[in-house]
Nanobody, 126 residues
Framework: QVHLRESGGGLVQAGGSLRLSCVASEGTFRDYAMGWFRQAPGKEREYVAAISIRGDFRYYLDSVKGRFTISRDNYGNTLYLRMNRLNAEDTAVYSC???????????????????WGEGTQVSVSS
């Protein structure tokens, strides 16, 4: 079972940038597709971005396309989310998760992620 821990959250002004990291331990990081999710107070969790096992397929929520970039380092067991041009609607707790896809070139649906980090808060001031 893989254990996940996020870092890199914080308070940023609108228009600013942050990079989130998610380090995996105990388990084989490269066996999993990886995703970033977020949840704002009073709202449902959103499937923000995902990356396939080898990094050759990426998924993005429509509202973050062109602003967020997901990447992974399979040698360093780390997942990243680069977030640019942040706005107040991006304020949420961001969590990374690991899931097993049907194919190494795909990412799982949001329901198929079973290993989660505790999350890191991202707050964007307008």
């Amino acid at each position: 079972q893989v254990h996940l821990r996020e870092s890199g959250g914080g308070l940023v002004q609108a228009g600013g940038s942050l990079r989130l990291s998610c380090v995996a331990s105990e388990g084989t990081f490269r066996d999993y597709a990886m995703g970033w999710f977020r949840q704002a107070p009073g709202k449902e969790r959103e499937y923000v971005a995902a990356i396939s096992i080898r990094g050759d397929f990426r998924y993005y929520l429509d509202s973050v396309k062109g602003r967020f970039t997901i990447s992974r380092d399979n040698y360093g067991n780390t997942l990243y989310l680069r977030m640019n041009r942040l706005n107040a609607e991006d304020t949420a707790v961001y969590s990374c998760a690991a899931g097993l896809p049907r194919d190494i070139h795909e990412v799982p649906p949001s329901s198929a992620y079973h290993h989660w980090g505790e999350g890191t808060q991202v707050s964007v001031s307008s």
